[in-house]
C-alpha cells in the first residue's frame, strides 16, 4: 500500500510538472494566439479584447496562470480559443477514442512480442523461428509514420481490404445494428492499431528473447531438464516466470512513448483522439485546449505508472519486497 501511496504522489507531481511547463511553454511561442486560425481572423477588434480579457492574454504570466490554476479547483478547464466551447466535453471524446487506438495496440505489441521473443529464447534452434524473429526486429528500422503509410497504401488503397481513414462508416453509424457498428469500429480500427503495434512489438520481443534465454541457460533450468522435468513445465516454471518480469517493465515504459506514436497514427488515418487533437489545437494556437490536452495525457500516463507498478508486483513479488526492504534498511540506518 504504501508502495501504491508514493507512486500516486510521484506521478502527481509529473503530471503538475508538465501541465505547468506546457501552460508557460505555450505562451512563450511568438505570434497572436488570436489571429492564427480563420475564426480568429474574422472577428472584430472588439471581440479580440473581449476575449483578451476573458482569458487575460495580456496580464503576466503569473497572472494566467493563478486564474487557470483557480479554474481547475471549480473543475473548469476553459473554453476553446477558437469556437467559445468548452472543451471538457472534447477532451473526453478524444481521450476515449486515443484509448480505444493505444489500448489494442499496446495489448497487440505485448502479445506478439512476448510470442515471438519467447519463441526466440527457447526454441531458438529451429529456424523458422529464427526467420520470425528478425522479419519482426527490422520493422524497427522503419520510422513509425513510413510503416503506417506503407499499411495504408498497401493494404486500404491498394487491396482496399480495410478503410483509408476515419473511425466509423456513417451510413452503417446511422442505420446499422449494434453488432454492426461494432464490426465496423474494429474494422476501422486494425490499420491504425496494427502499425502500432507491428513497430512496438519488436521490442518487447527482444527483450523476451534475451530474458528467455538466458533463464533457459540458467544453472537452475539446467538442473531442472537433468531430473527429467516436463518441457512445458520446465518452461512455465523456470523460464516464463523468470522472463516475464523484465518484459512487463519494457511493456509499461512503452506506454508514454506509444502516446507519441498515437500522434502520428491519428494523424495518418484521420482518428479523432486525443494526439490528433494536440497537434490541431498548436496549430490554431488554442491555449485551453492543448493544456487541457495535456493534463489528461499526464493523468493517463499516471495511471498507467501506477497500473504497472501494481503489475509488476503481481508478476513479481520480489520487487515489491525489495522496495520494502531498501526502506526499512534506510530508516535502520537513520
Sequence with gaps: MNTLVRGLIRCLLVMVL???????????????????SI??????????????????????????????????ARGDLGSSLVDGRPIAGELLRATWLSMQLAIPALMGAAMLGLLVGTARGWLGEYRAVRVV????????????????????????????????GGVADPVIVYSGGAGTR?????????????????????????????????????????????????????????????ALPSSVTT????????????????????????????????????????VGALIVTSLCLAAASVFTEWLLGLADPRVVAAHSSRRLGGGARR
Design 251 to 290: 511493456i509499461s515504459l512503452m506506454f508514454p512513448a506509444l502516446i507519441s506514436g498515437t500522434i502520428v497514427a491519428e494523424t495518418i488515418f484521420s482518428w479523432p483522439g486525443l494526439g490528433r487533437l494536440i497537434v490541431t489545437g498548436i496549430g490554431s494556437r488554442d491555449y485551453p485546449l492543448v
Design 182 to 242: 461494432l464490426l465496423d469500429r474494429l474494422h476501422h480500427l486494425v490499420l491504425p492499431a496494427g502499425s502500432l503495434a507491428l513497430t512496438w512489438s519488436a521490442i518487447v520481443a527482444r527483450q523476451q528473447a534475451l530474458a528467455t534465454r538466458s533463464a533457459r541457460d540458467s544453472h537452475a533450468t539446467q538442473a531442472a531438464r537433468a531430473r527429467g522435468l516436463a518441457p512445458y513445465t520446465l518452461w512455465a516454471r523456470y523460464g516464463l516466470r523468470v
Design 39 to 72: 475564426e480568429q481572423r474574422g472577428r472584430t477588434p472588439e471581440a479580440r479584447a473581449e476575449l483578451r480579457a476573458r482569458y487575460a492574454l495580456d496580464a503576466p504570466l503569473s497572472v494566467q496562470v493563478l486564474r487557470y490554476v483557480e479554474g481547475l
Design 133 to 164: 524473429f528478425h522479419a519482426l526486429t527490422a520493422i524497427t528500422v522503419l520510422p513509425e509514420f513510413m510503416l503506417a503509410l506503407l499499411l495504408l497504401v498497401v493494404l486500404a488503397v491498394k487491396a482496399r481490404w480495410f478503410p483509408v
Design 18 to 36: 508538465a501541465t505547468m511547463a506546457g501552460f508557460v511553454m505555450l505562451r512563450m511561442l511568438p505570434g497572436d494566439p488570436l489571429g492564427q
